[in-house]
């Protein structure tokens, strides 16, 4: 098996590869150069196994909720598993947000005198869920589905630790771990979706994806 | 699922809009829907229930109430939106089945023109009050300190079942009133009549699957039957079988059943009794036994030979002869009487000839079997008629009613113009209409109390037409009330109870409560496994049906007396009006589902509009091409509506579907069609008093006017293209008969 | 009769009167151009208007439904497609066969090509339901990985025309170097400068002729089959498909037929029109409009015999459908269309066999019209009973199209007028060079020392001079 | 990618042809329509109407044909192609003397000029003597009621739809099915001319403006998207129903069970006229019923051991190869 390095598609095997596939890729050597600049600024490569993270920048802005979320405390500083929250991600297509009394059964006890929890107790006496902001989207004629990718990248990839699933997350979600409220730092388009479904052997049926 | 109330109602919320919006494919334009960040919002649940998974859709147990053979559904909810009906696979009425007027219930849930908060009407004018005023004026007028006589109100409503049907009648013993009309259009009274007499019970179960061969008299079973998804999977059994069963349709307009007919034989309206007498003739002369029948039957049947009856009826002696040959050789048979012959002044007679069929050939204990009753007779449905419309209106003309409460039915758009009940209704002093649609009715009443949509509310109901499998199924919601100012109709009748102090309802803080005090209070004997009655209840939820145990039930075969009259022409009006029913409209009461009004009529195809269907001749006659306005006129008023040829129709027949036309009902219904109801003559059953749907006589006349008649087929044929294409019987029975392939 | 003998020219004719009365025709217009362009103008806003309306409301307001997914955009399209065969039929086909008397009339011929092509153009992205996307049929390289769907005749289409349009209008720019060369030398102002680019530097020396020579035969050459081609590409978008009356196998000839017929009706047409209005009565001689009209009575003949094969084949054909389909042409809803078409396409041609009818130019100017009526007639009965009479019968159905149809297919007419009206003021719209030649060679049969004369003036290097190959210029 | 999947599917679809088996698919969804049990009802339709975000197109735009209805029953008047048993009047003699007594309909007859000769041109521009139809008045094909046909889109293996797009919006799926992918038809409706069923639709106004008026658009669904005007579409053996089944068994590791799950219309029809399932696996019904009525795909013409068995394909003389099978209406006469 030859396995190449693409500018646009990192590590990638090309005995599968055919001519329509090659080609496109091919003939963008030639802006590669300028890819190159961008290339160096991107994040280096999460050590996920069997496994070639997509590329792409997208300049996120940031997006006001009704509560700061510090997801850097929750998920660098106490290390909490980003499935543990978005416990849907592994049994849905969405990843879903958690529901306040998840938030709460820590939240009871813990750092209760925050202003931010103060906020959050407000809204759990007053029984009414915060509406949050939605931040990653993709057009409603796209299926997308977490349960599956969490299945490739996570549960049936051979030597990866579940720990290590927010590396998997960030392929789409960036270093969620590093910022407060999440933010859209990858395109999230369809050449992001295509380049990575061509790296790592994803489906190419349209209907896999297109409803 | 668990009963746990207060969570799966906060399941039922509605989540933020996200996935609702409209996504349009492709979109190169800006829709209802964004992708850039913090433009939509996301709400997730307060405390969820374990099962309960954003973007995977969840079933709910319930009832169809779009009419009265109460399937039970199961209804997807997603993001706390009910999204479909599938019908519930453990029903033993509808066995995971559903029609189209059920798939459509949705769009009576989700209407635009649903009515959102209370109408009272002031000088005059229905005006949105607060739910306030509209219980003081309620109570005022009805309430236990208003000295209101019992025997001055009545409750008007459609067929009522289960819980409801318990409450109401407490209500009624509450105030002291034993005035209960229950209306429906589409009924089988006059046969439920014949067969009490004859058999001993109302409504027998016809084994429609044990037949040979079916001999229908305008039985429209699958279409606009007791139950027409029942009857539909039992035709496919009938069909499938070995051999496979025969049906002969007789009728003057080609019902959804006839359109499936083996051997459909137009008949002038009216003669049915008589085509049954000739047949019985027939199946004597060809030797079986009669000598069970009295004297008087079997001169009546002796004087009923082929010529006449070919004369009377229109229905050629061979052919007569070829029914009668099927039904002797193809044992055992059924035969069934329908809208079309009971729908005359002598509709009994008629009904009760056709009944003799079956006692002449035996089926009474083959394929007509006692139905019994269920152990819970309080909550068996009370079939609708039409005889309670006529009484009704009767009672209004005396004015002997001062209060009335309309529930479930809409008499000002079903009574024919001659009864004048419009007026009639508006002498009575208080009106109040319990509905979700601004119907005729509705808006003719002095208040208006705005209840939930099916999908919304609780309850429990019984199927007119229960299977050997009796059971009650339950209704719960699906959603969370899309209105906040609308109530409940269990919750409303409760308040009144408690208001009137009655016995027993006092505890309840609503009718949830009541209805799970009541399934606790069920014996054993229909709880099975259940341990607790928690237990039960959640298990009821989760299934959706309580099975219950037949008591009693027994057939006698007994001859009635027939004398039918002798067959008059009308030479001032020559045609027939045959006012169709159809499955999808119903009588009318779906008029306002977008879908079923999309939904082709199934015979003549036709979309959204009325149309009348005349026999090529009769429009040769008249010198009318399709889509030509045609004026039908009976002596109580006319309607004009366009002309669609086919000859599905007896040539002296002029057939106005039911369902349209209607004056209110919302944006989909309103001044659409005609309604065919409104120009019936005003005549009776002699001996049921029953409105006699099928004995109007009318004259047509071309209006002139011509417009395209806009429905479905380009061409109504298949130029040979082998579409469809057909197979005889015994090669079926040859090549499957016995095989069960999948 | 004395006008048998004819000539197709008058070589008397000097050269600097040619000039001068070509030339002429670029002078400032009279007040009945602005008249014509007006009316042009006004014809093209209906379309724009309607098209706008379309756009804003779906197709929809065309009042296209589901048997007719397909309607006169189509039917128009092909019909520009058809009329652009004219000019490559007389420039180059004609030039390569030697029949010089094409040369007074083929450069308007040529610019027909390049306008009718350039309206035909616009009708496929009329059509689509989504044009906003209509690039998507092009293979371009995108990190989504898409491509066009190579096996569907439409995608042929796009190459097709793409390519007929650039070639046929570089052809007519190859052909008018020496012309413009012309004009630039007895122009002023803002002309002198267009034409000074225009002409890229042509001085007639003899490197130049040769080069011209050899560039023009290439292109000939090439353009020819590639005329051909395009049509047959454009009538697969039938011949390709199931439906009945579609499936033909002889609709590639039948539609270069059609296309050829129409581009001569045309030409016959608008040389009545610069005849009359430029009196060009020298150039465009009684004996050339002869000439073209016996070729368009040909092509009318052959057209109608394809049409013949067309029914016979499916008469005697086992297809139930496609036989349905025909009688439905001859019996249907589409039958007085059908029937129109066959009068005007194999009926009034017959005008053109007689000299009589012939040599009255405005008789001829509305049989050519009508012609044209016809070949659209035709293009629309291809499109239209196939759909409403197809297989299932459920989904027979007779449609007329709606005024947006009618309007934009109205405005095209004045789209492609407007164009020519500017062509004829900015291009002298007869090549003069080639009329020379053609005077040239005729002088020289009529007269042989004179034509020695010339030969040896110019195949003489010596003499040479600074305006040679064209005298006079 | 598309191009990829077209030519590979192309040549599995040839391949498939050649050697009698799709063995190269995942799936192969199919789909048994048994018009002995079909009572022509509608139930099915408006299930789709339900699922699929049909829009309600109203009734000018149903005048022009411009109507959504991915599933239809389309009812025909006509004698059956049996030799009735007997010529008779049903209605009354009179009528019976004028008309002649039903012919056997055996080959395929191209139709009479006659149906076309009146009233196609009239106002309004429908053949309203035609809609009636010459041959309805013919013999007396209501003696034998109606012929119900529920049409949905046929899934041909054979597409003729899928070749003619030019932006190949409609592929053949590995699961043997025929795409529509919206957001990349650009509404050429070449597709729709080439279908001889004419069972593709087109999206002539942005329909999803006035279809769903609050809170109607509340009952739209979720897991799928909404068509704008310009796009094409049709019936999809409900696939997103398809999707969800087979991500449950991929979760599983499993190969998706028969009658795990059904499309909308299969699944509400009263009379289990319609059968839909995995014509890979040999033990589903689908496949069941195409073995015992000996019809296979990839054959423009079957060759029945016994040719009484009713099992057909509607047009298949075209060789579309459709999915769906046809079983005869049954009739005693």
């Known amino acids: 098996m030859s396995v190449v390095y693409s500018f646009f598609s990192g590590w990638v095997d090309r005995s599968g590869a055919s001519i329509s596939s090659r080609l496109p890729r091919y003939l963008m050597m030639l802006s590669g150069v300028i890819a190159l600049v961008l290339l160096a600024a991107s994040p280096a490569r999460a050590d996920v196994p069997n496994a070639v993270p997509p590329k792409g920048e997208h300049q996120g802005k940031h997006v006001e909720q009704p509560i700061e979320f510090p997801h850097d405390i929750h998920a660098n500083v106490n290390k909490i598993n980003c499935m543990y929250c978005h416990t849907y991600a592994r049994r849905s297509k969405v990843a879903g947000i958690p529901p306040t009394s998840k938030c709460m059964g820590c939240h009871m006890v813990i750092a209760t005198d925050k202003p931010r929890i103060k906020k959050l107790t407000e809204y759990w006496e007053k029984r009414e869920p915060p509406r949050w902001k939605k931040v990653h989207d993709v057009p409603d004629f796209v299926h997308f589905t977490h349960e599956k990718h969490l299945k490739r990248f996570v549960f049936d990839n051979q030597g990866m630790e579940v720990d290590k699933v927010s590396e998997v997350c960030a392929f789409c979600h960036g270093e969620v771990k590093k910022m407060t409220v999440a933010e859209k730092v990858k395109p999230l388009n369809m050449g992001f979706c295509a380049r990575c479904h061509e790296a790592n052997k994803g489906p190419f049926d349209c209907w896999k994806c297109h409803k | ?742 | 009769m004395k006008h048998v003998s004819e000539k197709d020219i008058n070589e008397e004719i000097k050269w600097a009167q040619i000039n001068t009365d070509i030339l002429q025709s670029l002078q400032n217009p009279r007040k009945a151009y602005w008249v014509a362009v007006a009316v042009c103008i006004a014809m093209l806003a209906c379309a724009v208007v309607a098209e706008v309306y379309q756009y804003q409301n779906g197709l929809g307001v065309a009042d296209l439904n589901r048997p007719h997914m397909w309607g006169l955009y189509i039917a128009t399209f092909i019909f520009w497609i058809g009329m652009s065969h004219s000019g490559t039929l007389l420039s180059a086909i004609l030039h390569i066969v030697h029949a010089d008397w094409r040369k007074p009339i083929y450069r308007f011929a040529e610019a027909m090509t390049t306008f009718s092509l350039m309206t035909a153009g616009f009708f496929p992205m009329i059509h689509l339901g989504r044009m906003w996307n209509l690039y998507w049929v092009i293979p371009y390289v995108t990190d989504r990985g898409i491509w066009p769907n190579f096996r569907s005749p439409l995608v042929w289409d796009a190459f097709a025309i793409t390519t007929y349009l650039t070639s046929s209008a570089v052809f007519l720019f190859i052909g008018m170097i020496p012309d413009l060369a012309i004009c630039r030398d007895n122009s002023t102002g803002w002309r002198k400068k267009l034409y000074s680019v225009l002409s890229l530097g042509w001085q007639g020396t003899d490197r130049q002729w040769r080069n011209f020579r050899k560039t023009y035969m290439l292109m000939a050459c090439f353009l020819i089959p590639l005329a051909v081609s395009v049509h047959s590409i454009v009538s697969s978008d039938f011949a390709m498909s199931i439906m009945p009356g579609w499936h033909v196998t002889s609709f590639p000839p039948y539609f270069v037929a059609g296309a050829l017929y129409s581009g001569c009706a045309s030409i016959i047409t608008l040389f009545i029109i610069l005849r009359y209005f430029f009196r060009w009565e020298e150039y465009m001689t009684m004996a050339i409009h002869e000439k073209i009209c016996k070729l368009t009575f040909a092509i009318a003949m052959v057209w109608t015999y394809l049409n013949l094969v067309e029914f016979g084949a499916t008469w005697y054909g086992h297809d139930p459908v496609a036989k349905e389909v025909l009688i439905s042409k001859f019996v249907g809803p589409f039958a007085p269309f059908f029937w129109a078409m066959l009068f005007f396409g194999s009926v009034l041609p017959f005008a053109l066999a007689f000299e009589k009818s012939r040599r009255n130019l405005p008789w001829m100017f509305v049989v050519s019209l009508l012609l044209n009526v016809g070949m659209w007639l035709e293009r629309w009965m291809i499109v239209g009973p196939t759909l409403s009479h197809a297989y299932g019968p459920e989904s027979w159905n007779f449609l007329w199209p709606s005024i947006v149809q009618w309007a934009i297919v109205f405005g095209s007419f004045g789209w492609f007028g407007l164009l020519f009206l500017i062509f004829v003021k900015v291009v002298p719209a007869v090549s003069m060079y080639e009329v020379k030649e053609m005077v040239f060679h005729r002088r020289r049969e009529a007269n042989p020392e004179l034509a020695a004369q010339f030969h040896r003036r110019i195949t003489d290097a010596q003499s040479v001079t600074a305006k040679p190959g064209i005298e006079g210029a | ?333």
């Open chain 2, 1 to 742: 699922m668990s009963g746990n109330n207060v969570n799966r109602r906060d399941f039922l919320k509605i989540l933020g809009w996200g996935g609702v919006g409209v996504a349009v494919a492709g979109c190169d334009r800006p829709t209802t829907v964004t992708l850039e960040e913090g433009k939509e919002e996301v709400v997730a649940y307060l405390q969820p229930e374990e099962y309960v998974i954003p973007g995977v859709g969840v079933w709910f147990a319930s009832t169809c109430q779009q009419c009265p053979a109460g399937c039970a559904v199961h209804g997807r909810v997603r993001e706390g939106r009910v999204l479909k009906m599938e019908g519930n696979p453990d029903s033993p009425i509808n066995y995971g089945k559903l029609c189209q007027m059920g798939q459509a219930g949705l769009q009576g849930h989700y209407n635009p023109d649903r009515l959102k908060k209370p109408l009272l009407r002031k000088g005059g004018t229905l005006t949105e009050v607060s739910w306030e005023e509209a219980m003081t004026q309620l109570d005022q007028k009805v309430g236990p300190a208003s000295g209101l006589n019992g025997e001055r109100f009545a409750w008007f409503t459609g067929t009522v079942s289960g819980h409801q049907s318990v409450l109401l009648s407490a209500h009624l013993a509450a105030v002291g009133s034993k005035n209960h009309f229950v209306h429906e259009v589409i009924n089988d009274a006059v046969a439920r009549a014949v067969n009490q007499d004859m058999l001993g019970e109302a409504a027998p179960r016809y084994l429609l699957d044990q037949a040979r061969v079916v001999l229908s008299f305008g039985a429209d079973f699958v279409g606009t039957g007791a139950s027409p998804v029942y009857f539909a999977n039992t035709y496919a059994k009938f069909r499938t079988a070995t051999p496979r069963g025969v049906l002969i349709q007789v009728e003057p307009k080609m019902t959804l059943t006839g359109g499936s007919a083996d051997l459909w034989v137009a008949i002038r309206p009216g003669t049915e009794g008589v085509l049954a007498l000739g047949i019985a003739k027939h199946l004597v002369s060809q030797g079986v036994d009669a000598s069970g029948l009295p004297e008087s039957l079997r001169t009546l049947i002796a004087g009923h030979d082929a010529d006449k009856v070919s004369k009377i009826t229109g229905v050629p002696p061979d052919r007569i002869a070829r029914i009668a040959a099927l039904l002797k050789d193809r044992s055992p048979s059924l035969v069934l009487a329908g809208a079309s012959a009971e729908g005359h002044a002598h509709g009994y007679q008629s009904v009760a000839a056709i009944m003799l069929l079956n006692v002449l050939l035996g089926n009474v204990g083959k394929t007509i079997v006692p139905s019994g009753a269920s152990q819970f007779p309080q909550m068996e449905a009370k079939a609708g008629n039409t005889r309670d419309l006529l009484a009704f209106a009767d009672a209004a003309d005396k004015k002997a009613l001062d209060v009335v409460f309309f529930h479930g039915a809409n008499p000002v758009y079903t009574a024919p113009a001659a009864l004048g009940l419009a007026e009639k209704i508006k002498s009575i002093p208080f009106k109040v209409a319990f509905s979700c649609f601004p119907d005729e009715t509705a808006m003719s009443a002095d208040l208006v109390l705005p209840i939930l949509s099916a999908h919304e509310d609780w309850g429990t109901h019984m199927g007119v037409y229960q299977p050997e499998q009796k059971s009650i199924s339950i209704q719960q919601p699906l959603m969370e009330p899309l209105y906040p100012d609308t109530k409940g109709f269990g919750d409303l009748v409760l308040t009144m109870l408690k208001a009137r102090k009655a016995a027993g309802f006092e505890g309840f803080e609503d009718y949830y409560a009541y209805l799970k005090s009541a399934f606790a209070a069920l014996p054993d004997s229909v709880k099975g496994d259940a341990v607790s009655d928690e237990d039960f209840w959640g298990k009821t939820l989760q299934k959706g049906i309580v099975k219950v145990t037949t008591v009693g039930g027994s057939l006698s075969a007994k001859a009635v007396e027939i004398n039918l009259p002798e067959f008059k022409e009308d030479s001032a009006r020559p045609y027939h009006l045959v006012p169709s029913a159809r499955l999808g409209m119903w009588d009318g009461r779906h008029a306002n589902l977008p879908w079923l009004q999309e939904a082709p009529d199934q015979i003549s195809k036709v979309v959204w509009t009325s149309w009348v269907e005349v026999h090529p001749q009769t429009a040769a006659k008249l010198g009318v091409k399709e889509g030509d306005f045609i004026k039908v006129a009976s002596e109580h008023g006319a309607v004009e509506a366009q002309v669609y040829i086919y000859k599905g129709v007896h040539p002296d027949v002029i057939a106005v579907p039911m369902g349209q036309g209607h004056e209110e009902y919302g944006r989909y219904a309103k001044g659409r069609g005609v309604n065919p109801l409104k120009v019936l003559a005003p005549v009776a059953d002699a001996k049921t008093g029953e409105l006699a749907l099928y004995a109007t006589r009318v004259t047509a006349a071309h209006v002139g006017r011509r417009e395209l008649l806009v429905k479905l087929m380009g061409n109504e044929t298949q130029l040979g293209r082998k579409m469809v294409a057909t197979v005889k019987a015994d090669v079926f029975n040859r090549t499957e008969g016995g095989k069960d392939v999948a």
């Open chain 4, 1 to 333: 990618m598309s191009l990829n999947n077209i030519l590979t599917n192309w040549s599995r679809y040839r391949k498939g042809a050649e050697e009698g088996g799709f063995h190269e698919y995942e799936h192969q969804w199919g789909m048994v329509v048994d018009l002995n049990k079909c009572i022509g009802c509608n139930a099915c339709s408006v299930a789709c109407y339900a699922e699929n975000n049909l829009p309600v197109v109203g009734e000018t735009r149903y005048a022009k044909s411009q109507f959504m209805s991915w599933m239809r029953i389309e009812r025909y008047w006509d004698e059956p192609d049996i030799e009735p048993y007997q010529a008779t009047p049903s209605a009354n003699v009179d009528v019976w003397i004028e008309t002649n007594p039903p012919a056997a309909k055996t080959d395929v007859k191209p139709s009479m000029p006659g149906s076309y000769a009146k009233g196609l041109l009239e106002p309004g521009g429908q053949g309203f003597e035609e809609r009636v139809g010459v041959y309805a008045t013919k013999g007396e094909a209501q003696d034998f009621g109606a012929s119900f046909l529920p049409m949905m889109c046929q899934q041909c293996h054979a597409a003729t739809c899928e070749p003619v797009c030019p932006v190949a919006a409609t592929y053949h799926t590995p699961d043997g099915l025929n795409a529509q992918v919206y957001n990349r038809c650009i509404g050429s409706r070449y597709c729709s001319n080439n279908c001889p069923y004419r069972l593709r639709y087109f999206n002539f106004w942005s329909y999803y403006e006035d279809a769903w008026p609050e809170p109607l658009h509340m009952q739209l669904n979720p897991d799928l998207a909404v068509r704008d005007k310009g796009v094409m579409e049709k019936c999809t053996f409900c696939v997103q129903r398809i999707r969800v089944a087979k991500d449950e068994a991929k979760m599983e590791n499993r190969k998706v069970r028969d009658g795990e799950f059904a499309t909308a219309c299969v699944q509400t029809c009263p009379t289990g006229a319609l059968v839909f399932g995995d014509m890979q696996d040999p033990e589903s019904k689908v496949s069941k019923l195409w073995r015992f009525h000996q019809v296979e795909q990839g054959k423009t013409k079957q060759n029945k051991q016994n040719k009484e068995l009713r099992g057909y394909r509607i047009l298949e003389g075209l060789n579309t190869d459709p999915s769906v099978m046809y079983l005869e209406r049954v009739r005693e006469v």
